[in-house]
């Protein structure tokens, strides 16, 4: 499928979903709380059939998070980058997408212990790379530590 | 009855929980791995990570778009040239700008015996963790003599820092043409004795074969690529798919396995060592003259946007995600590295197999732990 194909076929899903083509990608722009019936369709309807999420992280916009998935189907050879918005930045939470793509496991423990984003429903909600006990979440822009040193 | 961290030892099913690492041989790195067992049967591995994260995305905010990059080597280590060069050309993206065509050969060129001699250490050291010792000093002989040419014209062995936004750092050295050459005449000459050390010996092919598992379905999902996933028969080699730095002009071929075990993941290895000769016997001569960098300006400033760039390393997709505000460093940056996605499958790979097994399941995902932490 071409970018405007892409574009009819996510409107469908999704109504209330906004694009961006400015970028390399297609963007299609979400609220955080339609993730879950809009992943599970893409990755499951045969003519998109998005099987492989190469990319799963989350940008810290200071008034908003963005949680950015970039999916890619192996049979049709075609990309979209998902991006969830995530508006509450003091308790964020989205949906885990574990279940449909097993790589979002660590992904997603990583993007948690980086930057506090929740996932409800995922089957092993712990930080990954820092202590358990590690205060606040270092790529956050709010993030402050005494002991770094900017060059 | 507990252990000195405060686990229990004993489950109270009666399963064994034991610890591997973080300082173990067949981890290659500080990688701390605690499993569940029934007897000598492996019922759940859960990988403990970050004991060497450097936090290098987090560092990148605070640098310039010429610095980052030079962190990366520092990633993946033993494909620093590749880690490099996805950085440099998601910069030269964001510029839109391309490196010289001379620049772009010798990319290619060093991204090769990188490559190359990522696998031969890969060899040497898959031998060592299933008990045979010889092959390490085998692998080494060949590897050596590449590290040797990086060093004359990068200055360095290991964390060469050669890619720039643009091209490369400094032209190569007047020797390098014919000490590629030579090395090459080598390897091919050398390489039949990796096969009879290894490839064809009984107890090598009894630890491997069917060990592992991994199906097709599983590896794309799981996120794996490289070696890894084209040993599931899954067809993602980026210079195929997404070509970059002109490997559309180059011949080679994508190896693809069927098996999925251990011994396929060998055999694709194995394989790849002879497409990077290939690749490296046919521009070795065609190097074009010219500038080997092209002009930037002295502070590099990307317009407001995202850039990803993928790239092949040795061990398999490395994606760089950049998102910039105008500014002269990046907003964030995101590596995608390719060890951290291959790991998650240790778990699905490992259950049900013997303990021993988990060293051979290891060491052909082949991890570099300071990519999986980052």
């Given at each position: 499928m071409n970018n405007d194909e892409l574009k009819e076929a996510i409107t469908a899903l999704l109504p209330t979903v906004t694009f961006d083509e400015t970028g390399e990608f297609l963007n299609a722009l979400i609220g955080s709380e339609d993730l879950l019936p809009l992943m599970k369709a893409l990755r499951s309807q045969t003519e998109l059939h998005f099987d492989y999420l190469f990319c799963l992280t989350c940008v810290d916009w200071k008034d908003h998070l963005m949680m950015v998935y970039h999916l890619l189907s192996k049979d049709h050879k075609h990309t979209v980058v998902v991006k969830a918005k995530i508006t509450d930045t003091k308790n964020p939470e989205i949906e885990a997408v574990t279940g449909i793509w097993k790589t979002a496991n660590f992904h997603e423990r990583e993007v948690y212990d980086l930057f506090g984003v929740k996932f409800k429903n995922h089957p092993d909600m712990r930080r990954i790379l820092l202590d358990e006990d590690w205060p606040g979440y270092p790529l956050r822009k709010n993030y402050v530590d005494e002991n770094m040193i900017s060059l | 009855m507990s252990n000195l961290l405060g686990d229990p030892i004993v489950t109270e099913e009666g399963e064994f929980v034991i610890n591997v690492g973080p300082q173990h041989p067949s981890t290659h790195g500080v990688l701390h791995l605690k499993i569940w067992l029934d007897g000598e049967t492996i019922k759940k591995v859960q990988p403990h990570l970050g004991?060497?994260?450097?936090?290098i995305e987090k560092m990148s905010e605070s640098l310039s778009y010429r610095n980052f990059?030079?962190?990366?080597?520092?990633?993946d280590y033993l494909s620093a040239h590749i880690n490099n060069q996805a950085c440099a050309l998601a910069v030269e993206k964001g510029l839109q700008i391309e490196a010289t065509p001379r620049a772009q050969i010798i990319r290619i060129l060093m991204a090769e015996l990188t490559r190359l001699s990522s696998h031969q250490l890969w060899w040497g050291c898959t031998g060592l963790d299933l008990g045979a010792v010889t092959p390490f000093f085998y692998a080494f002989r060949e590897r050596e003599a590449i590290m040797d040419i990086m060093e004359e014209t990068c200055?360095?062995?290991?964390?060469?820092?050669?890619?720039?936004?643009?091209?490369?750092m400094y032209d190569i050295h007047p020797n390098f043409q014919h000490r590629v050459k030579d090395v090459m005449k080598q390897v091919k000459k050398y390489l039949h004795e990796y096969d009879e050390l290894l490839t064809g010996n009984v107890i090598f092919e009894n630890r491997t074969k069917g060990v592992g598992y991994l199906s097709k379905e599983d590896a794309i999902s799981y996120g794996c690529t490289g070696p890894t996933a084209r040993a599931s028969g899954?067809?993602?080699d980026i210079r195929k798919?997404?070509?970059?730095?002109?490997?559309?002009?180059v011949q080679f071929e994508e190896i693809l396995g069927t098996s999925g075990d251990c011994y396929g993941r060998y055999m694709v290895r194995m394989a790849e060592m002879k497409q990077s000769i290939h690749i490296i016997e046919q521009l070795i001569d065609n190097i074009?003259?010219?500038?080997f960098q092209a002009k930037t300006k002295n502070v590099l400033k990307l317009p407001k946007g995202e850039f990803y760039q993928r790239v092949e390393t040795a061990r398999g997709e490395l994606g760089v995600y950049i998102v910039s505000d105008g500014a002269a460093s990046p907003y964030r940056i995101k590596y995608r590295s390719p060890n951290f996605s291959n790991l998650s499958a240790l778990e699905h790979m490992a259950l049900g197999s013997k303990i021993g097994d988990l060293v051979a399941i290891m060491s052909t995902i082949d991890l570099v732990i300071p990519d999986v932490d980052r």
């Open positions: - | 004991y060497i994260h450097r936090s990059i030079f962190a990366t080597s520092r990633m200055g360095a062995r290991l964390t060469q820092n050669y890619m720039v936004p643009g091209g490369v899954v067809s993602c798919w997404n070509p970059y730095d002109g490997y559309e002009k074009p003259e010219g500038d």
